[in-house]
């Protein structure tokens, strides 16, 4: 196998990342979808909304497009810094207040919002505090959150001898918000395809995503990178479990 294809990797490796933008990947990298559309619910449960708040934003790239249904008072956290600094510019000439928050930082603390004060709370992919959650909401308030299945890409991992699965799944996560004083409106997961069409892209998406391999390279993978490129040639494209979960819940209005 030639140097020409771990220089390529490398290259990739060297790739700027930034915000939640995987357009670098477009056409290399393509995942199924669930039958549900996160977009169009969080677009429905924004409507009428007092005030909200979208948890990890990211870059504010795909809170931007729900602009048509912000309510007055639309907040966004975010909790990596290069991040905060693009959400902002980007969201900020939407109305859109922008709060440094990292939802898996112990010294975070407590949301920084006043209990009962928002409408609705978003989290696509960001982790989250069920009990903080339900303090946030105002009664009848909605939860949306979408999230990556544990076992989504778990064989992808397991080629680089990670076995163990991520905890997160459906059963765990609805058993946290029902605890919390939530009741469930909707829970419901599925799995279908992640497919690679060059391993310079796994490269790329293991770099964004440093949680799937830790301490990830490609010096350091190099001889995994290679059985995946002969893979590749044989089978034509790399193909992995792809798994979400999607949970609506409301906080409980007192009798």
Not at 41 to 57: I, N
Not at 105 to 124: K, T
Not at 165 to 189: F, K, P, W
Request: hydrophobic content about 45%; proline content about 5%; charged content about 25%.
């Amino acid at each position: 196998m030639s140097d020409e294809l771990l220089e390529t990797w490398l290259r990739e490796e060297a790739e700027p990342f930034a915000g939640w933008d995987f357009s670098h990947l477009k056409g290399r990298w393509i995942e199924e979808d669930p039958p549900w559309s996160y977009e169009a619910l969080a677009r429905a449960g924004l409507h009428g909304a007092r005030a909200a708040v979208d948890l990890g934003t990211g870059g504010g790239e795909r809170l931007a497009r729900l602009a048509d249904a912000f309510p007055s008072r639309m907040f966004a956290t975010e909790g990596y810094p290069p991040n905060v600094a693009l959400a902002r510019q980007r969201l900020a000439p939407l109305g859109v207040m922008v709060v440094a928050y990292h939802s898996e930082d112990v010294v975070g603390g407590p949301l920084p919002f006043a209990s009962g004060s928002l409408s609705v709370m978003l989290a696509r992919h960001e982790s989250y505090d069920a009990r903080e959650a339900a303090r946030v909401l105002e009664p009848g308030g909605l939860f949306l959150t979408q999230q990556v299945h544990g076992r989504s890409l778990a064989d992808l991992r397991k080629a680089f001898g990670i076995v163990t699965a991520l905890d997160v799944t459906l059963e765990r996560s609805v058993q946290d918000l029902r605890d919390a004083g939530l009741t469930i409106d909707r829970a419901e997961e599925w799995c279908g395809a992640s497919t690679f069409h060059d391993v310079g892209a796994v490269v790329y998406a293991l770099r964004a995503l440093p949680w799937e391999v830790p301490r990830f390279s490609v010096v350091r993978h190099e001889a995994v990178l290679r059985t995946l490129q002969t893979r590749l040639e044989r089978e034509g494209a790399l193909r992995f479990t792809n798994g979400r979960f999607i949970i609506a819940a409301r906080k409980v209005v007192a009798p």
